[in-house]
């Protein structure tokens, strides 16, 4: 079994943001399974129970905010017993340009405030699918971009990255972290 979560703010405010780009690859992943997502009787999220690449695969929103998104991502994988190798968090990156993705193991927060957390509450050993959504223009404070809505060109590209990004989940599950980062890691519209 896996968990697989989406990073992302609950809320209308900020649906269609680029700090929301987890929920809405999770929500493809969802989608694509036949999913729904519920509120969890054990944790603050909401989730779906799936299966991908033969495997089972827990989809999980947390609803506690991005800064805190550690403490549902840990207590779903203490509650199924599941190492942090067996999780896999799918976020926003500023450090890639729109549209890129790659797979990270084993890496710091990088400034991400949700990856900070679940490393604070399950350390660094889960598996990471980091979505780019590049840098803010030089007048413009990160938060501000990070939590502003994808329009224009962002727009066309983001179904073709969230289809890249659920690739990239499913060999991961399939093939191993090692084996889909030397895929995906390479150079990806």
């Known amino acids: 079994m896996f968990i697989v979560a989406g990073l992302g703010n609950p809320g209308r405010r900020y649906e269609?943001?680029?700090?929301?780009?987890?929920?809405?690859?999770?929500?493809?992943?969802?989608?694509?399974?036949?999913?729904?997502?519920?509120?969890?009787?054990?944790?603050?999220?909401?989730?779906?129970?799936?299966?991908?690449?033969?495997?089972?695969?827990?989809?999980?929103k947390p609803r506690t905010y991005m800064n805190n998104s550690g403490e549902a991502v840990a207590a779903l994988?203490?509650?199924?017993?599941l190492a942090p190798e067996s999780v896999i968090v799918i976020h926003d990156d500023l450090d890639l340009d729109f549209g890129?993705?790659?797979?990270?193991?084993?890496?710091?927060?990088?400034?991400?405030?949700?990856?900070?957390?679940?490393?604070?509450?399950l350390g660094a050993a889960f598996v990471r699918v980091r979505l780019g959504i590049g840098r803010p223009p030089a007048?413009?404070?990160a938060a501000d971009y990070v939590l502003g809505r994808i329009g224009g060109e962002e727009a066309a590209g983001l179904p073709a990255m969230l289809g890249v990004a659920c690739e990239a989940v499913e060999a991961v599950i399939a093939e191993g972290a090692t084996a889909a980062m030397n895929r995906f890691n390479r150079k990806n519209p």
């Open 100 to 121: 890129r993705v790659k797979i990270a193991v084993n890496r710091g927060a990088g400034g991400h405030n949700g990856i900070r957390s679940i490393i604070g509450h």
């Open 16 to 60: 269609n943001t680029r700090h929301n780009l987890g929920f809405m690859a999770a929500d493809r992943l969802a989608a694509s399974a036949g999913a729904s997502f519920r509120p969890s009787r054990i944790a603050a999220a909401d989730t779906a129970e799936a299966a991908l690449a033969g495997e089972k695969i827990l989809l999980v």
């Open 77 to 81: 994988a203490a509650y199924f017993r």
């Open 139 to 141: 007048v413009m404070d």
